[in-house]
């Protein structure tokens, strides 16, 4: 596919997003110094339509098409390496049981407190304060579930699953901005999910046809960062299995994981960990009770 198609077939997607999501806050020099979006597609880019404000040395455009615009194209951009980064515990040899020393930062002033949630989905005893706004404690994953036909239970996965696989195949992974991402009957519409779109809209067929579906978000274990990440939950019998079919078609039809290994009704344990909610939201807390975003990083694996 030459250059100009790719730019068309992103431009497409964009024009499904309605214009009064969009914030044109980026300047020409910034998509080039952070998005490595130069003069040259910048303005390949803005003769196919791309969306902008002003004019001149004024021109302004919106952050997410700008990043969409960098993931059709693979340049290598930061929303393209966070995406090559995701598929790194697909990778493996073999995923196994992990405990994870990991410390977590707020970004706020002030002494911060430990969120309930998260203290109740890390290691019993260690969570610790190592500065005003900083926690280190140990996450333990699973990965004795990671492949359903280990204990023969592959085919009531795959039934459980069965109404969603066709649907996360139809998907476009696209970013979409934070107000659609919950909203399904959106999804459903433009065939555009990131991966909490994805996760919303999959429930909701699930749900639709009687399946035992629910959402789960928390980290996907990538790297020394983990990425913040939503994915489904199979009930089997008194279980909860993690399963991601949306992410794992998306990661192989880019070519980042294989699609043989990571059939899309595989389980996903041991590659996330689970918080219930955004972590940025729900690690810690302010004086005042309000969420506060945090920065998170894995300090040691150990077996």
């Known amino acids: 596919m030459s250059r100009e198609q ?36 910048l303005g390949e880019a803005l003769d196919l339509g791309l969306a902008h404000e002003g004019g001149g040395a004024d021109r302004r455009f919106d952050d997410l098409d700008l990043k969409n615009l960098g993931l059709g194209l693979r340049i290598p951009s930061p929303a393209w390496l966070q995406v090559r980064l995701s598929a790194q ?82 998907l476009e992974y696209y970013l979409v901005p934070d107000g659609l991402r919950g909203d399904a009957g959106f999804v459903a519409e433009t065939r555009l999910a990131d991966c909490r779109a994805g996760t919303s809209y999959l429930v909701r067929v699930a749900a639709d046809a009687g399946a035992a579906v629910r959402p789960a978000t928390g980290l996907l274990l990538a790297g020394a960062f983990p990425l913040p990440h939503a994915w489904l939950e199979v009930r089997r019998g008194d279980r909860w299995l993690p ?14 994981l294989d699609g043989e290994r990571w059939p899309p009704h595989r389980s996903v344990a041991g590659t996330v960990w689970k918080l219930c909610g955004p972590h940025e939201d729900l690690c810690f807390l302010a004086g005042d009770g309000g969420p506060v975003k945090t920065s998170v990083r894995i300090l040691r694996r150990s077996p």
Not at 10 to 39: K, Q, Y
Not at 134 to 153: C, I, K, M, R, W
């Open 6 to 41: 790719a730019v068309k077939d992103v431009l497409e997607r964009a024009g499904r997003i309605p214009h009064r999501w969009r914030r044109f806050t980026v300047s020409a020099d910034t998509a080039a110094r952070v998005h490595r979006i130069d003069e040259a597609l």
């Open 89 to 170: 515990p697909f990778n493996a040899a073999e995923v196994r049981d992990a405990t994870y020393r990991t410390r977590f930062q707020g970004r706020a002033p002030g002494v911060l407190e430990p969120s309930p949630r998260l203290a109740s989905a890390v290691v019993a005893g260690t969570l610790r304060r190592m500065g005003p706004d900083v926690f280190e404690a140990d996450l333990q994953v699973s990965a004795g579930e990671n492949a359903p036909d280990a204990d023969g239970d592959a085919a009531d996965c795959a039934r459980e699953l069965g109404p969603v696989l066709p649907e996360a195949a139809r």
């Open 243 to 256: 399963a991601d079919p949306y992410y794992l078609v998306t990661m192989a039809g880019y070519g980042l």
